[in-house]
């Protein structure tokens, strides 16, 4: 699918300035202002995009409210939503190389992963919920015969969506899908530094055939636009993916509010262990790189503290090396780089301040380390690996959300554990090992919402995505993720 010469012609395409979605119309924000949206291919203005006010944000709560309370959306049959659902993913799919093209213009993900994550993987969920949604049933319980006691499954409103720059289509589908198949009407705010696609996809929802206001998209700050969701009456659940800092916040707006239903998705610190007994070090060693170094380590689930068995440590360390310095991190619009550009300024000297504080605490900075291809005004680092990391380092216990591993060894399996456990997070993990009760061991053993074993990462659609611990709340992805956006009504009838 991906053909270099046609990537080559979208990366330069000039890009239009981008308005919200609100009511099924392109709308600049109330008081015309606008955002520059910045490149980390070169920290150029790529475009303009609509500056939210919080006029707008509540124009498109409203156009959601509207939506929902008159039925244009909740009241077709399941399988009315379910073909307007179907054209949207087939819209999607059709013109994914440019979607994806500007999705990574905007937020700096290499383009193999991009189009596989973002408009693929959008399209796929989007499916798979419209094709779930009329095989959902209400339940008829036990009951004396003198009474019928039926169980309805109805959507709860209007989801507000709050999503993060790293995987706006795929993080922002795993919210918009379930919630419109089961009826629900939605406003988004998408991240600042990755909007564009999220705007694209609004504006292809309605040429399939979605009513307007079903679909609302708001862009702007998350201090404005974000904010006024968050507090607003009209919102009835508020689905969140990114910083601990701002989950807190949109339980502090829904405590103000509404007490409206808070799920949040709050990235991580997987422990990715490595056993001496593990199947194959080699092919371990692969996919432990790739685990925290796709997507430049921007991943919630990033298995960004490699836990080495002691006796094979310097051995592993010795290869992941090696294969770290064979990736080619660079241009993420060239099919040949294995990863892209870091999002933001921010985030660059986020991770960069991780690696001075290690250095500082005598550290080994194995490999990388530093930002790279500088004189492309790019945001590039260099994969970093840091070794003799100590388990209460702050590089071992918080989120750096960039190219950097923490590598720490241990000598026994409750010492695996006791480490792994460790920090606040709980979200993802694996285990290598050729034992079989070890692994199971292991899998109850670990306080996470994944747990991989021999393999990390992978797992598609069917199967829940959740975090324990300070890493939230609530599951994205499969069947279950309905709950969140379905409320249950209890009738009970005298016969
Ligand atoms: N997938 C994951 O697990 C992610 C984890 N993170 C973690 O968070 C760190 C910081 O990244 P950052 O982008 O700042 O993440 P944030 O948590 O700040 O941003 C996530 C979303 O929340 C919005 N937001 C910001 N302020 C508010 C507010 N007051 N009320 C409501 N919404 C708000 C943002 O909008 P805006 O962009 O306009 O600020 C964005 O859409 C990363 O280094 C990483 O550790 C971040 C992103 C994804
Ligand atoms: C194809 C990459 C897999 C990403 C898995 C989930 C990431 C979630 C997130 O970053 O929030």
């Given at each position: 699918m991906l053909d270099q010469i046609r990537i080559d012609e979208l990366r330069n395409a000039p890009v239009s300035p981008f308005q919200h979605i609100i009511d099924g119309e392109k709308r600049d924000s109330s008081d015309g202002d606008v955002l520059n949206v910045i490149s980390p291919l070169n920290g150029e203005v790529l475009t303009t995009m609509a500056r939210g006010t919080v006029e707008d944000a509540n124009a498109g709560i409203a156009a959601a409210r509207r939506a929902f309370d008159d039925g244009r959306?909740?009241?077709?049959a399941p399988s009315a939503r379910k073909k307007i659902l179907m054209k949207w993913a087939a819209l999607i799919e059709e013109q994914a190389l440019e979607i994806a093209v500007l999705g990574v213009r905007n937020n700096g993900t290499e383009i193999n992963m991009a189009i596989k994550a973002e408009p693929m993987s959008a399209a796929n969920t989007i499916r798979y919920y419209a094709e779930a949604i009329d095989k959902i049933y209400g339940e008829v319980a036990s009951t004396d015969p003198s009474v019928l006691a039926l169980v309805h499954r109805e959507p709860v409103g209007v989801v507000g969506a709050i999503v993060p720059w790293n995987f706006p289509l795929m993080i922002g589908s795993w919210k918009f899908a379930p919630a419109l198949a089961a009826g629900n009407t939605v406003v988004l705010k998408p991240a600042e530094t990755a909007s564009l696609t999220l705007v694209r996809l609004a504006e292809l929802a309605l040429e399939a055939g979605m009513p307007p206001g079903v679909f609302n998209v708001v862009t702007g700050k998350g201090s404005v636009v974000g904010e006024a969701i968050g507090l607003s009456m009209d919102v009835d659940v508020m689905v969140f993916t990114g910083s601990g800092f701002i989950g807190r916040k949109l339980l502090e707006y829904s405590a103000r509010s509404n007490l409206k239903r808070c799920y949040l998705e709050l990235g991580g610190k997987s422990p990715n262990i490595v056993f001496?007994?593990?199947?194959d070090l080699d092919e371990a060693v692969k996919v432990s790189a790739n685990g925290i170094f796709r997507n430049s380590g921007q991943v919630c689930i990033a298995g960004s503290r490699l836990l080495v068995e002691r006796c094979i440590h310097d051995e592993f360390v010795e290869k992941l090396a090696a294969f770290v310095e064979t990736l080619n991190p660079g241009?993420?619009?060239?099919?040949?780089?294995?990863a892209g550009a870091v999002n933001s300024m921010s985030q660059l000297q986020q991770n960069l301040g991780f690696v001075e504080e290690a250095r500082d605490l005598g550290r080994g900075i194995r490999t990388g380390g530093t930002r790279i291809l500088e004189e492309t005004g790019g945001y590039f680092m260099a994969p970093t690996v840091i070794t003799?990391?100590?388990?209460?380092?702050r590089l071992a216990t918080?989120?750096?959300?960039?190219?950097v591993l923490a590598v720490i060894p241990f000598d026994t399996e409750e010492e695996a554990v006791e480490i792994a456990n460790g920090t606040d997070f709980g979200l993802s993990s694996a285990v290598w090992t050729s034992n079989l009760s070890r692994a199971h061991r292991m899998i109850r053993a670990i306080q996470a919402g994944v747990v991989h074993v021999n393999t990390y990462g992978g797992a598609d659609t069917t199967v829940p995505l959740g975090g324990v611990k300070q890493s939230g709340n609530g599951h994205d992805k499969s069947l279950h993720a309905l709950d969140k956006y379905l409320e249950l009504k209890t009738a009970w009838i005298k016969l």
């Open positions: 959306w909740s009241d077709l001496a007994d593990v199947p241009d993420p619009l060239n099919i040949k780089s294995t003799g990391v100590h388990p209460r380092d918080d989120e750096v959300f960039g190219p």
